[in-house]
């Protein structure tokens, strides 16, 4: 932007105030180069508290796979979304066994996940 002043002839000029005046030019391009715009996003304090509970799960889903997987490289992907819109506990649970198949891990430690995962599915 460019700020300049001008000059007033009298009749434009009320008694009050002087003779200047400020106009605002902008220079376009280089203007929005220097300005960038961020949007944000305020939430109210129920649905951050949701937010909260729903990325705590996810952690803890996130860092339950990586022990059960010991390998990186074998890790599979959960879905929570998946599996809150499946109807009962049991079709939840077949398909997460179906999941973690692959896992080499002992039975005991597999079934524990899955009654953790769904315990903690149930509060969301």
């Not at 000029?13 to 280089?30: C, D």
Request: with cysteine; glycine share 2%; aromatic share 6%.
């Amino acid at each position: 932007m460019q700020c300049g002043l001008e000059q007033m002839n009298d009749c434009e000029r009320s008694p009050n105030r002087t003779n200047l005046r400020v106009n605002f030019n902008e220079k376009g391009a280089e203007v929005k180069e220097r300005r960038e715009k961020f949007l944000t996003a305020k939430y109210g304090s129920h649905q951050m508290s949701l937010i909260r509970k729903r990325l705590a799960v996810e952690m803890w889903l996130y860092d339950e796979l990586q022990k059960l997987f010991d390998p990186p490289s074998e890790a599979i992907d959960v879905d929570i979304d998946e599996i809150l819109d499946m109807d009962t506990d049991d079709i939840r649970r077949s398909h997460l066994i179906r999941l973690l198949s692959v896992c080499k891990r002992p039975q005991a430690d597999i079934s524990k996940f899955i009654s953790d995962l769904l315990d903690r599915a149930k509060t969301l």
